[in-house]
């Protein structure tokens, strides 16, 4: 008997219900297109003006830093990365790992292991680049933390020059 479509009242709404003829409704939609929970016709609609709730957020200005090509065993000059809560509670920051030529790249800045940045709050990190080898070199620094979001990953590439 295929599919039937059947048009009932729940809780004085009227919605759309699609089923087989053997087995409950298994999706409602109100006429007004709004979603409700899947179950039967005595779903409960979604809506309301309820609050969300807060959770941290973390955002970088930039997610790649270049160095310029730097003689190697001198130190380049600063760059630096904006790191900014853009969620609605505190953040945490509870890592900052650097990967691949990490004994090329020197951290300093704001940020550390244990910041906590308000909704809206920032600290910088800041890198310079050491060539320990002539080529191409890079790492990858991860900020952990708390953020609904997930991680963050900032890349850092420079190339080492021979010594002129």
Wanted: proline share 5%; with cysteine; hydrophobic share 35%.
């Amino acid at each position: 008997m295929g599919g039937a479509r059947r048009t009932r009242v729940c809780a004085r709404v009227h919605v759309r219900c699609w089923r087989s003829a053997s087995q409950p409704p298994t999706a409602c939609i109100t006429k007004k297109g709004l979603p409700r929970w899947r179950s039967s016709c005595s779903n409960h609609q979604v809506r309301g003006t309820g609050t969300a709730v807060p959770l941290p957020a973390i955002s970088l200005n930039a997610t790649t830093r270049t160095f310029a090509s730097q003689v190697v065993g001198t130190t380049s000059a600063s760059q630096s990365v904006t790191v900014t809560n853009s969620g609605t509670a505190s953040l945490t920051l509870s890592a900052l790992t650097l990967t691949g030529a990490s004994g090329d790249f020197t951290r300093s800045g704001t940020c550390t292991p244990t910041s906590v940045l308000v909704v809206s709050g920032t600290c910088t990190v800041v890198y310079t680049f050491t060539p320990s080898a002539v080529g191409s070199r890079s790492a990858t620094l991860t900020l952990a933390s708390d953020a609904s979001n997930g991680s963050a990953a900032l890349s850092l590439a420079g190339t080492g020059a021979a010594i002129p």
